[in-house]
């Protein structure tokens, strides 16, 4: 399992993606995918800064995981800003509105939702944990 | 992973040529632009597209903005976005409030 811990600031935006498209192709997951993926852990990630700790006048570190099955490639997100279940936000059910009618707040976790195979949240031992998988390509 | 846009007013056309990556942490560069172009009388922007390699939702909260700030009518042009840039656009449905083509037609820098 590789790990990396940064500052949780938007300048971290930059490392954590490096990190997880140079696991992601390790993993053998091909363009799209790992695009999608990455975009998935950027804007959880962005929310975990901002919203997790800037809001609340909080500063901290995000820890990111990388674990590697056979199957998947699994990415998390660990931080200890204040307890926040993304998915207790309600479903951004505007996606038919044009864009100045649009509520912002949730398209993050949405595109998170749909970019990976399956994203979770659970609060474990004081941290918040975004869970990102996604399916490999079969190996050969 | 850097970011950097560049502005060409023609007239009231505002031509933004995009580079690079368009995470949360570039977005407020890409606003300060956009707020230019407004404050230089814009009243159409066309953003080149083809040397973006990805866009976060910041990016497109900052398409938001430029419509809140530019007046809702707008033309908002997207000049050869990558096919990932797209599906996130089709995805949470704001290519409806965009137009966006393949390649750069002249005309449309005239307004």
């Known amino acids: 399992m590789a790990s990396l811990s940064v500052p949780a600031h938007l300048d971290s935006l930059a490392p954590i993606a490096e990190f997880v498209v140079g696991v992601a192709t390790a993993a053998g997951i091909e363009r799209k995918p790992a695009y999608r993926l990455r975009l998935a852990v950027d804007e959880i990630a962005t929310n975990i800064v901002l919203h997790g700790y800037e809001e609340n006048g909080m500063t901290g570190e995000i820890i990111i995981h990388a674990e590697t099955t056979a199957e998947t490639l699994t990415i998390t997100l660990e931080d200890k800003s204040p307890a926040f279940d993304p998915f207790s936000l309600e479903e951004p059910d505007s996606i038919d509105r044009s864009l100045e009618e649009r509520p912002i707040g949730g398209l993050g976790v949405f595109l998170a939702v749909r970019g990976v195979d399956e994203y979770r949240y659970e609060y474990r031992n004081g941290a918040n944990c975004n869970i990102f998988t996604v399916q490999r390509p079969p190996q050969a | ?111």
């Open chain 2, 1 to 111: 992973m850097a970011f950097s846009a560049t502005k060409t007013m023609l007239g009231s056309v505002a031509q933004i040529e995009l580079v690079g990556e368009l995470d949360a942490a570039a977005a407020g560069d890409f606003r300060k632009l956009v707020d230019e172009a407004a404050n230089e009388g814009a009243k159409r922007l066309v953003l080149m597209m083809a040397a973006l390699d990805y866009m976060a939702s910041a990016g497109l909260r900052a398409l938001v903005f430029a419509k809140q700030k530019m007046g809702a009518n707008t033309d908002i042009y997207l000049v050869g976005t990558n096919e990932s840039v797209m599906e996130t656009l089709e995805l949470t449905g704001f290519h409806h409030s965009v137009i966006t083509v393949a390649a750069l037609d002249p005309s449309i820098l005239q307004l």
